[in-house]
């Protein structure tokens, strides 16, 4: 079997609907996004891609609210950029959303964190040249021949939050996805801050 024909593509159950946005968490979460892509932690690269996605657990469920694909060259986002996600299958690497945007394609990233640790409220993923390339195999990393945006990687995020030192602090490189990093906290704070400090002294 080709590794093409092995690839399971990401599949995404759309209803195009806005939904219900509690005002608090809209604000924390869009402010955290706001200050993810003034530092260029969120936003699109030189061939004009997007990257990077911030989403918070909604309190108690397996659901989750997540910037929805395409939203990176927005400088500021409104309700309607981010996406609600209702159920996930890692393994059939499929979504169900809801929202006025589809939800990202890295929201399965976000599931495996949230699937773990029942604690963890918020997720970071963000993408970081010079942040990746220094705290790669230094920091608990997924396997480098594990590409993003496959049950692989969701399994590989599982595999690593299984560890004492990765919950503690709350941070994984991506090592088959370029520049990829994720971190995570029991609130939009804390994961936004792990981010930071590691970003304030390498970035
Ligand atoms: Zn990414």
Redesign the pocket.
Known sequence: MTQEEGYIKFECDWEEKGFTFAKKNFNHINEWRKKLHDLELVGVDEQGVG??NISLREENTSRFYITGSETGKHTDLTKDHYARVLDYDIDKNWVKCTGKVKASS?SLTHAAVYESDPAVQAVI?T?HDRMWKMLKNKLPTTDPEVE?GTPEMAHEIKRLMQQREVRIEKIIV?GG?K??IITFGRDLDEAGEVLLKYYNVIG
Do not use: K
């Open positions: 990257f990077g890295e993923h993408h993003f991506m996805h520049e990829g």
